[in-house]
């Protein structure tokens, strides 16, 4: 069975097989999930956001902007249980798809707020470990979602050692404004992975001062982009992903205990 909206710009739900997507526009996928597993991270873009866990392997709190699918929003929930999540989503039409991609109910350790994420964020200061920026429109990445301003805004909601990652397309107009704000706001402590994600370029801000296991990480990653090689950054996406899955509760970071059975 195939659901959808109107081509009209408001977001478009299409299911065949296994697969249910979200599209804002025909083909522009927003959002992926299997039916069979819809706590899965399909696409390889949400896999390497995943990648704060290297920054910040137990964060206490995860901002996310924007919900999409919740493909993020629910991989965290499952598997970093000992993290609070809250998103930021704009559009109600959006929101009213929860159900539809299996997005947990708000309890006391989830809940999305409607809500314009340009002016919600100042009142964050201090509150979040993570911020994960994903907060796509049928046009691509809004330009206040990459200003000055929403980058400063940022930097204040992170507590010390705190990690953003910041999803931008390479070829957007502005990717190169927006890093050298992003770069100017975080005093030069961001990195990225090459090739990571395609034309999805994810970037990781660190909130300074203190030395810090996040900034520490930043550094190493900055001296080489990663592993150095595309190949090698998307399979280390990947076994994140799967040490996340297999012992999801462990302290401390990513990976099963000794002797645990995954």
């Known amino acids: 069975m195939t659901t959808s909206s109107p081509p009209d710009r408001h977001p478009q739900v299409h299911t065949r097989g296994d697969k249910r997507l979200l599209e804002f526009q025909p083909g522009m996928v927003q959002s992926e999930m299997r039916l069979s597993r819809p706590d899965d991270l399909v696409l390889s873009?949400?896999?390497a956001m995943m990648c704060f866990v290297l920054f910040h392997p137990r964060p206490e709190h995860i901002v996310m902007v924007g919900l999409g699918g919740g493909s993020l929003a629910k991989f965290c929930y499952?598997?970093?249980p000992h993290s609070r999540i809250t998103v930021l989503e704009l559009r109600a039409d959006v929101i009213a798809l929860r159900e539809q991609f299996a997005i947990p109910r708000d309890d006391a350790r989830f809940r999305i707020i409607q809500a314009d994420a340009t002016e919600y964020m100042a009142s964050l200061a201090g509150a979040a470990d993570v911020l994960l920026v994903d907060g796509f429109d049928a046009e691509g990445l809004p330009p206040a979602l990459g200003?000055?301003?929403f980058y400063a805004d940022c930097r204040r909601a992170l507590r010390p050692g705190g990690v953003m990652v910041a999803n931008i397309f390479s070829y957007d107009p502005q990717y190169g404004p927006m890093l050298r704000r992003l770069r100017e706001t975080f005093q030069?402590?961001?990195c990225w992975f090459r090739g990571i994600a395609g034309?999805?370029?994810i970037l990781f801000a660190v909130k300074g001062g203190k030395p810090s296991p996040a900034l520490a990480m930043q550094q190493r990653v900055a001296r080489s982009h990663g592993l150095?090689?595309?190949i090698l950054n998307r399979l280390l996406a990947h076994w994140i992903v799967l040490r996340l899955?297999?012992?999801p509760a462990r302290p401390g970071g990513v990976g099963p205990r000794p002797g645990s059975d995954p």
């Open 45 to 47: 873009y949400a896999r």
């Open 78 to 80: 499952r598997y970093l």
């Open 147 to 149: 200003s000055a301003a």
């Open 188 to 190: 030069g402590r961001i």
């Open 199 to 201: 034309n999805n370029r």
């Open 228 to 230: 150095g090689f595309a």
């Open 245 to 247: 899955r297999w012992n």
